[in-house]
């Protein structure tokens, strides 16, 4: 079975500071994982996503994510927030070869002080 | 750049009624699918759709709902007759491939 973990619903960070969103999964079969953002009234946009090739995935607006199988982690990072960054980030997992149906943590929000 | 479409934005119905959510894939994808995201909980899968049939259902995914893609454009979630639980955020995503999903932004489905 796949399922995801993500550690802290709520997180705060000033502009300029690191951001780091924690994602732990679960899976029987080798995943492929990914993470969503979702701004205010609007759907889940594809940040960045992991599917057996380099364990360090880069994505969009300076985001990345490093894949660590021995720790079963797929955090998310950003060197410097910006305020733009204030939104709610879910990471999924599915499973590799087969696809379908996305397993997704219950989000983390990210606030982005001044 | 091509999106995921959903209508309406938001639509608002009495329980026991049948309501159809709307939506229009990416042009080029294959793969559909259907979620929902109840207030304050995580995104659950409801049903993915290939090849003109159900390919995988969750276990949300009752008799009281049903998918249809009528006209090779539109992709379709009913549900039959609406009780207060299924008050949710839908949302349709799509895929070229079974390994990354593009999602629309969501139905605000209130039942009152």
């Known amino acids: 079975a796949q399922s995801v973990t993500q550690l802290g619903s709520h997180v705060s960070v000033s502009e300029g500071a690191l951001v780091l969103l924690r994602c732990n999964y679960s899976?029987?079969?080798?995943?492929?994982l990914f993470w969503y953002v979702q701004y205010p009234n609007q759907g889940l946009q594809l940040l960045l996503k992991y599917t057996s090739a380099a364990t360090l995935v880069k994505g969009i607006n300076g985001f990345e994510a490093e894949f660590k199988k021995s720790e079963t982690s797929f955090h998310l990072t950003k060197p410097s927030a910006h305020m733009s960054d204030a939104a709610e980030y879910f990471c999924a997992v599915s499973r590799a070869n087969t696809g379908n149906q996305f397993y997704f943590g219950t989000g983390t929000s990210l606030t982005v002080i001044p | 750049e091509p999106e995921v479409t959903q209508t309406p934005s938001h639509q608002v119905t009495q329980m026991g009624q049948e309501v159809i959510l709307r939506c229009v894939p990416i042009?080029?994808?294959?793969?559909f699918y259907w979620y929902r995201q109840i207030l304050g909980q995580k995104v659950e899968f409801l049903v993915s759709f290939y090849n003109n049939e159900i390919s995988e259902k969750s276990e949300i995914f009752d008799d009281q709902f049903s998918v249809e893609r009528p006209d090779g454009s539109n992709f379709t979630l009913k549900i039959r007759s609406t009780k207060l639980e299924d008050s949710a955020m839908y949302f349709c995503?799509?895929?070229?491939?079974?390994?990354?999903?593009?999602f629309g932004p969501g139905t605000r489905l209130t039942v009152t």
């Open positions: 899976s029987s079969v080798p995943p492929y």
């Open positions: 995503a799509s895929s070229p491939d079974p390994y990354e999903q593009y």
């Open positions: 042009s080029n994808h294959l793969y």
